[in-house]
């Protein structure tokens, strides 16, 4: 089965053919970052426009480069931007009716969660998920395809949400995660230090915006800030992030009594967490799955193959109505059967 996938929940338009008989995705992506650049963060109504404006021809190169044709339709039909998504699901669902084949929506953090097997086909369930992009942060017991059951999630900011305010704070331009990641590589280790957030408590819940605020205090001390303490306190600040991340991963794996952990998300792509988290998972005698850093972010072939997923078990979006959803819970899917009219989720 030949599946397309579309993505577009948010600046990044995204397009991919997925092949399950030989395992094999093209893919090919187009990013605003340089449009939203100006403004400091996503303008929605940019976003959109920008969307219909790349669409056709990614599509167009990709079906030229891939000459096959296509057996069904994936899109991302949630959670994201209202407009930007409406782009996306019209086009796909327009394109599933005129080849008449199959199309199926999907949860964009589902397409995250799966990505990992993209590369990594001998990846089984059950296992621990961590999930942790610009707008969500979340540890899931995934036991099966659909069947997720959520142990944590952020109570506040998402740790990449996180990561670009407090890289604002210390003058980094948008998007300012990667280059806070960058700027702590040369930090001054334990110069500064900010406490891990809810890790002196039970439970698997996050809280991040409180060390973006203990940043801001740390800035606020200095008259002039030097680019080695901007650096330092990045490092500080990276790492209360990360520890705290692999922490609740520790603590999940033992309430779960799991061996195998999958990392999935924007954040997934930092070195310091995937070193820390293949540390953990050595001392654990587990295993730790990533994607590849192309496919941590937002991308077509994640959906692609997600929706090849739900396809291959029988499962399709019937009706002709354009639906999506700015707010989606991973573990809520609709009961009345709106968004997968077939499906177990």
Request: hydrophobic letters at 45%; a negative charge.
């Amino acid at each position: 089965m030949k599946v397309l996938g579309i993505e577009t929940s948010c600046d990044e338009t995204g397009v991919a053919i997925y092949d399950s008989a030989t395992h094999h995705v093209t893919h090919l992506l187009h990013t605003q970052i340089a449009l939203h650049a100006q403004y400091g963060g996503v303008v929605p109504e940019l976003a959109s426009r920008d969307h219909v404006q790349y669409l056709v021809p990614l599509l167009q190169e990709l079906l030229a480069a891939e000459k096959k044709s296509v057996d069904a339709v994936a899109y991302t039909s949630g959670p994201g931007l209202v407009g930007a998504l409406l782009v996306g699901v019209t086009f796909a669902r327009s394109l599933a009716y005129a080849w008449q084949v199959p199309s199926m929506a999907v949860h964009h953090m589902e397409g995250h969660l799966l990505a990992p097997f993209l590369d990594h086909p001998d990846l089984t369930f059950p296992f621990l998920a961590l999930l942790v992009s610009g707008g969500h942060t979340l540890l899931v017991d995934v036991r099966g395809l659909g069947d997720y059951h959520l142990l944590g999630e952020s109570l506040d900011d998402a740790a990449g949400e996180a990561l670009d305010k407090t890289a604002k704070l210390l003058g980094l331009p948008y998007p300012g995660g990667a280059l806070l990641a960058k700027l702590a590589e040369s930090g001054t280790p334990n110069r500064f230090h900010f406490t891990r957030p809810l890790i002196d408590r039970p439970g698997l819940d996050f809280s991040f915006s409180g060390l973006k605020t203990a940043v801001l205090h740390t800035i606020n001390q200095f008259e002039t800030i030097d680019e080695q303490t901007r650096a330092d306190i990045a490092h500080a600040f990276i790492a209360a992030v990360m520890d705290t991340l692999v922490i609740k991963c520790q603590r999940a794996l033992k309430q779960l009594n799991y061996k195998n952990l999958v990392v999935a998300g924007g954040v997934s792509a930092n070195k310091q967490l995937r070193q820390q988290l293949t540390e953990l998972m050595q001392t654990l005698n587990g295993k730790l799955w990533l994607a590849r850093p192309e496919f941590c972010t937002d991308n077509g072939a994640m959906i692609a193959y997600a929706g090849y997923r739900h396809l291959a078990q029988g499962e399709q979006t019937k009706d002709l109505a354009i639906r999506v959803k700015a707010r989606w819970p991973l573990v809520a899917y609709d009961k009345d059967n709106s968004l997968y009219p077939q499906s177990k989720l």
